[in-house]
T-cell receptor, first 114, second 111 residues
Framework: DVKVTQSSRYLVKRTGEKVFLECVQD?????MFWYRQDPGLGLRLIYF???????EKGDIPEGYSVSREKKERFSLILESASTNQTSMYLC?????????????FGQGTRLTVV | GNSVTQMEGPVTLSEEAFLTINCTYT??????LFWYVQYPGEGLQLLLK?????DKGSNKGFEATYRKETTSFHLEKGSVQVSDSAVYFC??????????FGAGTTVTVRA
């Protein structure tokens, strides 16, 4: 079974802290994604990586950065956490096999910034 | 740009009722279309997909047909169960591989 593992299920951080959310996949997938999920807004793409060290901005990259030094790991960084970044964060991965390729999701990290 | 619009919820049904969740999309080119489901406390998982016009995806009694002429991918199930209570997301993926989602529809099925 494909496994996408996010390092924490719940996280509480203070405003202004630097926050790291980690995601690891075990299926040698080329593509990895970070989304945030908010009620009524669905999933919004923050960043997308199509290969090691390669990244593209998604729809809402402001306030976030990412790192992909190894193929299996994709990190989301909140440089200076703010309360409006309180959300559920979802990581996903997939093969680069074309538009019809399925993406697999982690369990999510619920981040609260106080 | 690419976008997905799905019917707003929440939707509450009785067991064995018919379920339809509408989904329409805007995209350049020929995207693949997906329905993902999120059960309470879990991550998203693929329910079904269709990769070209007139394809029908099906799984667990759910069906959706890729209609290019109406840019739609409506999800249907003929007889829902309590275990179908979940949040359903319509999604599209064009050739640049970025997967875009709708807002999600919460479905509650009562016994």
């Amino acid at each position: 079974d494909v496994k996408v593992t996010q390092s924490s299920r719940y996280l509480v951080k203070r405003t202004g802290e630097k926050v790291f959310l980690e995601c690891v996949q075990d299926m040698d997938h080329e593509n990895m994604f970070w989304y945030r999920q908010d009620p009524g807004l669905g999933l919004r793409l923050i960043y997308f990586s199509y290969d090691v060290k390669m990244k593209e901005k998604g729809d809402i990259p402001e306030g976030y950065s990412v790192s992909r030094e190894k193929k299996e790991r994709f990190s989301l960084i909140l440089e200076s956490a703010s309360t409006n970044q309180t959300s559920m964060y979802l990581c996903a991965s997939s093969f680069a096999g074309g538009a019809g390729t399925e993406a697999f999701f982690g369990q999510g990290t619920r981040l609260t910034v106080v | 740009g690419n976008s997905v619009t799905q019917m707003e919820g929440p939707v509450t049904l009785s067991e064995e009722a018919f379920l339809t969740i509408n989904c329409t999309y805007t995209a350049t080119g020929y995207p693949s279309l997906f329905w993902y489901v999120q059960y309470p406390g879990e991550g998203l998982q693929l329910l079904l997909k269709a990769t070209k016009a007139d394809d029908k995806g099906s799984n667990k009694g759910f069906e959706a047909t890729y209609r290019k002429e109406t840019t739609s991918f409506h999800l249907e199930k003929g007889s829902v169960q309590v275990s179908d209570s979940a949040v359903y997301f319509c999604a599209l993926r064009p050739n640049d591989y970025k997967l875009s989602f709708g807002a999600g529809t919460t479905v509650t099925v009562r016994a």
